[in-house]
């Protein structure tokens, strides 16, 4: 193998830009021709292709978002344009992709192969963290403290006026930013989509705190809840509410994926973007890099999108412990 290329696609998340470095100067280090492709998919199709130099990453590392772009592509899904994506590569003659993303990236990199027989590895790079096969996806560290900053902030205004918040993160499909920032924010009650919390169970939590004397409460909601968005929950907990509470609600919306990654999400991102080049020279194809434990790891594409990721018991529980 002696050319290889690296995209982003779907969501970006803090993080991608200190992979991309790390797959370029990985690839270099290792002989290799490294070329980078502009808006992901959208990007293969139109040959929107390029070499990287070492140079070409400099400064980059502190960087949130992604120098190479992202983009859905509803072309890439049909047969046409998956084969113009490949003579595009076939004609630079690129012999291998590392594909920085979350499950959409995967399964269009998954079907290409399949198609072509181009060898793919995947890095997983979204805030979701709802990947198997990792313990954390790049992204998500910086995420969650990014909330994090903003719920602190909304904390002192609930407090100086007795209030209620109901904060909404990302996770359509995910709890996890909702779990970690709960814990990390001191919240009363998160509610995610993973387990099932009723109108009545918030309730009976606000009503318990003021029992305590508590005079303010925060409720962390994951967009994706089985009850609603922040909103269409606190409009119905305040028609059921017995006692009035002044209640308010925060949207914390696509902050959660700017800013400057962490040092974590930083460390994270170059050790799976070298080990994507150190993957695919080894002829590995169709897997996924991640890290379970502190040690590298690689699972099936298929595995990483298909199997379930459960939010930890113990996370959960804790919530409600230190909720007492």
């Known amino acids: 193998m002696k050319k290889i290329a690296v995209f982003t696609s779907g969501g970006d998340a803090p993080g991608m830009n200190a992979c991309v470095r790390a797959v370029v100067r990985g690839a270099l280090y290792k002989g290799l021709d ?17 070499p990287m130099a070492s140079y070409a990453v400099s400064n980059i590392l502190q960087r949130g978002g992604t120098i190479l772009k992202s983009a859905r592509s509803d072309e890439f899904k049909t047969k046409a344009g998956r084969k113009k994506a490949f003579e595009h590569l076939n004609q630079r003659n690129i012999e291998g992709i590392i594909a920085i993303g979350g499950d959409g990236t995967f399964k269009g990199a998954q079907i290409f192969h399949a198609e072509f027989g181009m060898p793919v590895i995947g890095i997983p790079g979204t805030i979701d963290n709802d990947l198997y096969g990792t313990d954390y996806t790049i992204g998500f560290d910086t995420a969650v403290n990014t909330a994090l900053h903003a719920i602190d902030n909304i904390r002192d205004t609930a407090n100086s006026h007795d209030r209620v ?3 909404e993160v990302m996770g359509r499909l995910s709890g996890y930013i909702a779990l970690h920032c709960g814990i990390g924010g001191g919240a009363e009650l998160v509610m995610v989509p993973e387990t099932e919390t009723t109108i009545k169970d918030v309730i009976n939590t606000l009503e318990k705190g003021r029992d305590k004397s ?13 009850q609603g968005n922040a909103h ?7 028609q059921q509410l017995t006692k009035k509470l002044d209640i308010r609600v925060s949207t914390l919306g696509h902050m959660q994926r700017g800013g400057s990654p962490t040092s974590r999400d930083r460390i994270l991102a170059s050790r799976l973007g070298l080990a994507g080049v150190e993957a695919l020279l080894e002829g590995k194809s169709c897997h996924m890099a991640g890290v379970i434990d502190n040690k590298l790891v690689f699972n099936t594409l298929d595995d990483a999108i298909n199997k379930e990721k459960p939010l930890r018991e113990d996370l959960l529980n804790l919530v409600e412990v230190l909720n007492t």
């Open 232 to 238: 269409e929950i606190a409009t119905k907990v305040k």
């Open 34 to 50: 490294v070329y980078g492709i502009r808006h992901g998919f959208n990007g293969l199709i139109e040959g929107d292709i390029f």
């Open 165 to 167: 918040f109901f904060i």
């Open 214 to 226: 508590k005079t303010s409460a925060i409720i962390i909601v994951a967009e994706g809840d089985e």
